[in-house]
């Protein structure tokens, strides 16, 4: 296990269209958290599961956002209906509880056209 | 709600020299964490060192140290001997101590804006 990892790396889709992100976190780690970048701007959080459990979600987190952790491995996040403004780096990190947030994965860059 | 402030958009630096990076937070908690981030161009990012804020002794990871004033509500980054792979956005970052978040918001980092740093040959 080398590390928290992310699929697809880039997404380009339609305004409209849904897009489904998937997060592999650390495998010992029970925490996984869900994190946005805009371009120069520091991650903003989104959502955070403790094993399956989602405990804490962003205001930012719209109806058109859900996050799942089944089982409490890897994580999805899907975004219907995006618009522009959802194009953005979405960031995935896992941790262990009672320590930060150490491991970050590298990212799924969406382009919303 | 907690605030986070870098105010150098950009900074640079000589191979070989020291810089020192800004980060000012906002926060009624009497307790918590705070990181620094590095995140090198396209790549993922990394932490490079954290404070908890109960201890009065500054963290350093090898060339990388802290200078934490709590009453001022600061926490720079030292780089000492800087290298060309220390070019990246360099994140300050904020964090409730589990503690206080009553078991919720743990591992909820509230982040600056970044800092871009730039080693030179």
């Known amino acids: 296990d080398t590390g928290v990892s992310q699929d697809p790396r880039h997404k380009i889709t339609k305004r409209g269209q849904n897009v489904t992100f998937r997060c592999d976190p650390i495998s010992e780690h029970n925490r996984l958290y869900w994190y946005r970048q805009t371009l120069g701007q520091g991650p903003e959080f989104l959502t955070y599961f403790q094993n399956e459990a989602q405990l804490e979600k962003s205001r930012l987190l719209s109806d058109r956002f859900s996050a799942e952790r089944p089982k409490g491995s890897f994580s999805t996040l899907e975004i219907q209906r995006t618009e522009q403004g959802d194009s953005a780096m979405y960031l995935c990190?896992?941790?262990?509880?009672?320590?930060?947030?150490?491991?970050f994965g590298p990212g799924t860059r969406l382009t919303v056209l | 709600a907690q605030t986070v402030t870098q105010s150098q958009p950009e900074m640079s630096v000589q191979e070989a020299e020291t810089v020192t990076l800004s980060c000012t937070y906002d926060t009624s908690e009497s307790n918590y964490y705070l990181f620094w981030y590095k995140q090198p161009p396209s790549r993922q990012m990394i932490l490079v060192i954290r404070q908890e804020a109960y201890k009065q002794q500054n963290a350093t990871e090898n060339r990388f140290s802290v200078n934490f004033q709590k009453a001022a509500k600061s926490f720079s980054l030292k780089i000492s001997d800087s290298q060309l792979g220390d070019t990246a956005m360099y994140f300050c970052a904020f964090m409730k101590h589990p503690g206080n978040a009553g078991g919720t918001s743990y591992g909820k980092l509230t982040f600056g804006q970044g800092t871009i740093l730039t080693v030179h040959p």
């Open positions: 990190a896992s941790s262990r509880v009672g320590e930060g947030v150490g491991f």
